[in-house]
């Protein structure tokens, strides 16, 4: 009888401690993803908040960008289906191109803001990556709720993908793109020459 | 364009058919011959390419082909590209005048008069999408704002905790399962064959569609419907400035920014399991049980 007993405690224990590693997994993974964007957005928002002038905050929060997000995933995502027909020159060459593009995105935006704040809500499972909520607060403005993509496939987590009002920025701008290559007969290169315009026309107004 | 619904949603040419076509023969025709107008210069539009483009035979261009699920493609570029003339030179104008000469409180002011008065139509819809809780909050916000908010100019419901929450009949026919069908670049802006009658049903959904004449009236539905138009633009002045500037094809971001944001929306909805009964009410109820 307490061999029974004993044995049941020990199946018993084990399959609890199974059961329990097996929940605290995703609640561990989920965990990370709420600590790297707590991290990043806590540093994001120190950048934006500090009473610096404004060269000094896009050099501080470049280095923030270019280690958080990943910036190359995004490229390759935008570029859809010609990314498989780009040669590998103009492979390297877009993806120098979009990481410009995408910096300056961010950067131009870091001027219109000033006391701001973040929450963080629910953290779900977006296919292979974490889809994390958040709520930008601004000073006289309604709150902005988001979504962050938290990806780990390049081995950490990194930001590839934010959703605003329901539509993605990445999928937004891919059929941005694809549209455009589309209408110019397929050619990368058609594209790349008017990212190469639309970085070149973003330097001389921003002079 | 995309968020620019609530505005552009109440266009004067389809409430006057509703409202004046009974009574004021000479009207009617004259709004009978605007919209032949209207259907002629689509048709010719039409007649100029073919309204459909071809479905690709890649399997990957048609994998595109198949997400943007805009078959009508040729003619929609076709519209947009009057439409955005029309808005380059008279509704962009308009709407930067409106924002330089009216001071940004009377403007807010506006802005919540012209949501109050959707509060019906909204109201129909979240009934219509067996939502009751969205209802109550839509008829709440109708009273509270019409009486205490001086006729909507002041949003008072916000205040006492009932932010306004926007519907429409083709997000209610979404709700009903029925698929959006094709593209649609309409006069009002981006659409669907689903959304695009949703559109018809709301102008029929909105009391001021039905306001008798005289009174002066049909002179303030008009205004209405204007200063909707209007203020819608005038809200997405920088968004679209900062669009046409850096899309490089602003067609397909705006066919792909609406298409996503509906379908999330009318996601939001169905996922709305809010309770009816206030929170301290089922309290109140346990302490008494």
Known sequence: MTFFSGRRLFLGSLALLCAGSLAAAPARAAQNTHQFIESFGKQLVAIVNSPVPLSEKKEKVLPLIQKNVDIDAIGR???????KTATPQQQKEYLGLFNQILVSAITDKLGDYRGVSFTIGAITKSGDDD???ATLLRPQQPPASMQWIVSSASGTDKVVDVIGEGASLRLTQRQDYSAYIARNGGNVDALIKALKHQIEHHSASAQ | MNSG????RLRPCG??????AQEAPSASRRFAKRHAVFALSLLTLAGCSSIKAPVPTDPDALEDYKQANDPYEPLNRKIYGVMMKAD???LRPVAKAYVWAVPHPVRNAFGNMILTMNEPSAF???VGAGKPRRAGDAFVRWCINMSVGVGGLIDVAKMAGYPHQDNDAGLTLANWGIPSGPYLFLPMGPSSIRDGIGYGIDQGLSPWNYVPRGYGLVSFNWAYNMLGVVHGRSEHLDELDALQRDALDPYATIRSAYQQQRKAHAEAIKNDHRATVPLWY????RQQG
């Open chain 2, 88 to 90: 380059k030179w008279a």
């Open chain 1, 131 to 133: 889809s994390v909520e």
């Open chain 2, 282 to 285: 089922h309290v109140k109820n």
């Open chain 2, 124 to 126: 129909f819809n979240d």
């Open chain 2, 15 to 20: 409430q006057a058919h509703t409202a004046q």
């Open chain 2, 5 to 8: 619904r609530n505005g552009t």
């Open chain 1, 77 to 83: 995502y935008c570029l859809g289906r010609y990314w």
